[in-house]
RNA sequence: GGGCCGUUAGCUCAGUUGGCAGAGCACCUGACUUUUAAUCAGGGUGUCGCAGGUUCGAGCCCUGCACGGCUCACCA
């Protein structure tokens, strides 16, 4: 590294060698804390509200010092724990003599314990007036600055704890994270679904079509692949009888990177049995709806440029329609990939020529619909060619009773009524096979079809975009701002 | 993988026509008994992402590479 970044260290690590020579411990092993910043601010107000009566208690507590306001025999210092912060007030005539050296060594970023009374000063500000003070772990290295902050992109995500300790605003994204999360969690207990877990290493990576990553068990000496997708071993549960079960769990997907895509994401997936994909959309509404309520009070939310009104019920639109509307085509007039690409190309549109016409259907929604989807809408009744999971309409041999939830031109959720037919099911999935593109997972799931053999209930299921949805709640229009760790290249 | 843009001090950023590498914060020294982006005086600590090239001279121009951002492609 540069000569001046070694020289701050060290600076510090010469102050680290001071203290041991002093027989001070600069990493000690624990700390009494008898509140948090937060709860000591509390606890002064309401030793104010009380009259003044009574001896201000003595609290312990701890954090990382974020500022320093030296003025000669007096100093402020600004310490950070996890529930906020709070002012530190020395007194050279307060402190012991140890003390008052130790604080010579002190630097921001340093973790320390300190103990005393609370007071307000001059100006009103909550503040501990130190009488006894611990360090508690040395920093080493400089902070980012405390005005700026972290803004490089880079170092945010690769430094994520730089992140969180010099943008306080991060912090808050991942605590709504956690809320959503929890608040799907009871939706979905307090309607009776069991959580499971299932496997992530996968001898065939199904219920989706994505290419996967894969890897080798050494003792097995078996490739496996990361699961794409929950839903192939949930349905199997319905199988064994489990009514209603949920997973929430990581799948990857071995494709490109972008604001809406990370290689790892979480994923919400439910099955309930004897329930259809009416039933399904209605959870939806209240599920979203509802855990969005308890975190913010309301039904809006602002992303972007618009205002998301997640009240139920939300709008529904054929996916027939919403093409129509939208791309100005009518599919059902095209019923093969010939017709339909030709008519993509009279109406100038890029057309390409691998495309069958599932997939040119699916351009046709991620293209022209789905950025016009802002608020929560649900599409209706989809193509049998690109769901081959779902069971088909009774009345339509070429739809599926499937639908897909948008919001913010994002898709969040998709569903279906789940095909139990096993005859059924292999036939979609050697249709499929012959569909299927180089690299990705194309050998037929047998083993799942062979659970369908012995029955599964009707059942009603669902796939939920976990990151996206907290890309709404929180308005962010990158996945990597949502995800703790995103994914980047390795800096060579 | 393609296109466009970016990379300068620990952090946030300037850097003119190609002519000595800059500021604020942070850091170091000193002053200061209620500060809070404390203030005041002094101190610049750098492989200008990396490697080449052009030039008397390159942070700046050219080529390649690395990493990142946006975007397109890919993506039930």
Request: glycine letters at 8%; one cysteine or more.
């Given at each position: 590294m540069t000569s001046r970044l070694d020289r701050i260290a060290q600076q510090r690590l010469e102050k680290l060698e001071r203290l041991r020579a002093r027989?001070?411990?600069?990493?000690?092993?624990?700390y009494h804390r008898s509140h948090t910043t937060q709860q000591a601010i509390a606890l002064l107000k309401q030793q104010e509200e009380g009259g003044g009566k009574g001896e201000t208690p003595v609290v312990n507590i701890a954090g990382r010092i974020m500022a320093r306001r030296r003025m000669g025999k007096i100093s402020f210092l600004d310490i950070r724990d996890g529930s906020g912060k709070i002012q530190l007030y020395f007194h050279s005539d307060l402190v012991s003599e140890a003390n008052l050296k130790l604080l010579k060594d002190i630097d921001i970023g340093d973790i320390i314990g300190a103990s005393g009374k609370l007071f307000r000063t001059k100006s009103g500000e909550p503040t501990l007036e130190v009488e006894n003070f611990t360090l508690l772990s040395k920093s080493l290295r400089p902070l980012p600055e405390?005005?700026?902050?972290?803004?490089?992109i880079d170092t945010r995500y690769r430094q994520r704890y730089l992140d969180l300790i010099a943008n306080t605003e991060v912090g808050e994204i991942f605590k709504v994270r956690s809320q959503v999360i929890t608040g799907i969690r009871q939706f979905m207990d307090r309607r009776g679904f069991l959580e499971v877990e299932t496997q992530v290493l996968q001898p065939l990576a199904g219920g989706a079509l994505a290419r996967p990553f894969i890897t080798h068990h050494l003792a097995l000496d078996q490739d496996f692949y990361l699961r794409i997708a929950l839903e192939l071993h949930l349905k199997r549960l319905i199988v064994g009888g489990f009514d209603k079960v949920y997973e929430v769990g990581r799948i990857f997907r071995n494709e490109g990177i972008s604001t809406k895509h990370n290689p790892e994401f979480t994923m919400l997936e439910s099955y309930e049995a004897y329930a259809d994909y009416n039933d399904v959309m209605e959870m939806v509404e209240k599920m979203v709806s509802g855990t969005l309520r308890k975190i913010t009070g309301g039904y809006k939310i602002r992303f972007g440029d618009n205002v998301l009104n997640f009240k139920p019920p939300w709008q529904r639109l054929s996916l027939h329609q919403a093409i129509m509307n939208y791309a100005g085509v009518n599919f059902d007039k095209f019923p093969d990939t010939d017709s339909l690409r030709g008519e993509m190309l009279r109406l100038k549109m890029e057309v390409d020529p691998q495309k069958d016409r599932g997939r040119l259907i699916d351009e046709l929604i991620s293209t022209y619909v789905e950025p016009n989807l802002i608020q929560p809408t649900f599409l209706l009744d989809y193509p049998i060619e690109i769901s081959p999971l779902a069971k088909k309409k009774p009345d339509n041999e070429c739809l599926v009773e499937r639908f897909e939830g948008f919001a913010g031109g994002m898709e969040i959720a998709n569903a279906f009524t789940e095909l139990n037919d096993p005859i059924d099911q292999r036939q979609r999935f050697l249709q499929q096979q012959k569909q299927q593109a180089e690299g990705e997972a194309g050998v037929i799931d047998e083993d799942f079809v062979l659970s369908l053999e012995y029955g599964m209930p009707p059942t009603g299921g669902l796939g939920l975009g976990i990151d996206r949805l907290v890309m709404l709640v929180t308005n962010q229009q990158s996945i990597r701002e949502v995800i703790l760790f995103p994914q980047l290249r390795e800096k060579t």
């Amino acid at each position: 590294m540069t000569s001046r970044l070694d020289r701050i260290a060290q600076q510090r690590l010469e102050k680290l060698e001071r203290l041991r020579a002093r027989g001070i411990n600069p990493y000690p092993h624990r700390y009494h804390r008898s509140h948090t910043t937060q709860q000591a601010i509390a606890l002064l107000k309401q030793q104010e509200e009380g009259g003044g009566k009574g001896e201000t208690p003595v609290v312990n507590i701890a954090g990382r010092i974020m500022a320093r306001r030296r003025m000669g025999k007096i100093s402020f210092l600004d310490i950070r724990d996890g529930s906020g912060k709070i002012q530190l007030y020395f007194h050279s005539d307060l402190v012991s003599e140890a003390n008052l050296k130790l604080l010579k060594d002190i630097d921001i970023g340093d973790i320390i314990g300190a103990s005393g009374k609370l007071f307000r000063t001059k100006s009103g500000e909550p503040t501990l007036e130190v009488e006894n003070f611990t360090l508690l772990s040395k920093s080493l290295r400089p902070l980012p600055e405390k005005w700026h902050g972290l803004s490089d992109i880079d170092t945010r995500y690769r430094q994520r704890y730089l992140d969180l300790i010099a943008n306080t605003e991060v912090g808050e994204i991942f605590k709504v994270r956690s809320q959503v999360i929890t608040g799907i969690r009871q939706f979905m207990d307090r309607r009776g679904f069991l959580e499971v877990e299932t496997q992530v290493l996968q001898p065939l990576a199904g219920g989706a079509l994505a290419r996967p990553f894969i890897t080798h068990h050494l003792a097995l000496d078996q490739d496996f692949y990361l699961r794409i997708a929950l839903e192939l071993h949930l349905k199997r549960l319905i199988v064994g009888g489990f009514d209603k079960v949920y997973e929430v769990g990581r799948i990857f997907r071995n494709e490109g990177i972008s604001t809406k895509h990370n290689p790892e994401f979480t994923m919400l997936e439910s099955y309930e049995a004897y329930a259809d994909y009416n039933d399904v959309m209605e959870m939806v509404e209240k599920m979203v709806s509802g855990t969005l309520r308890k975190i913010t009070g309301g039904y809006k939310i602002r992303f972007g440029d618009n205002v998301l009104n997640f009240k139920p019920p939300w709008q529904r639109l054929s996916l027939h329609q919403a093409i129509m509307n939208y791309a100005g085509v009518n599919f059902d007039k095209f019923p093969d990939t010939d017709s339909l690409r030709g008519e993509m190309l009279r109406l100038k549109m890029e057309v390409d020529p691998q495309k069958d016409r599932g997939r040119l259907i699916d351009e046709l929604i991620s293209t022209y619909v789905e950025p016009n989807l802002i608020q929560p809408t649900f599409l209706l009744d989809y193509p049998i060619e690109i769901s081959p999971l779902a069971k088909k309409k009774p009345d339509n041999e070429c739809l599926v009773e499937r639908f897909e939830g948008f919001a913010g031109g994002m898709e969040i959720a998709n569903a279906f009524t789940e095909l139990n037919d096993p005859i059924d099911q292999r036939q979609r999935f050697l249709q499929q096979q012959k569909q299927q593109a180089e690299g990705e997972a194309g050998v037929i799931d047998e083993d799942f079809v062979l659970s369908l053999e012995y029955g599964m209930p009707p059942t009603g299921g669902l796939g939920l975009g976990i990151d996206r949805l907290v890309m709404l709640v929180t308005n962010q229009q990158s996945i990597r701002e949502v995800i703790l760790f995103p994914q980047l290249r390795e800096k060579t």
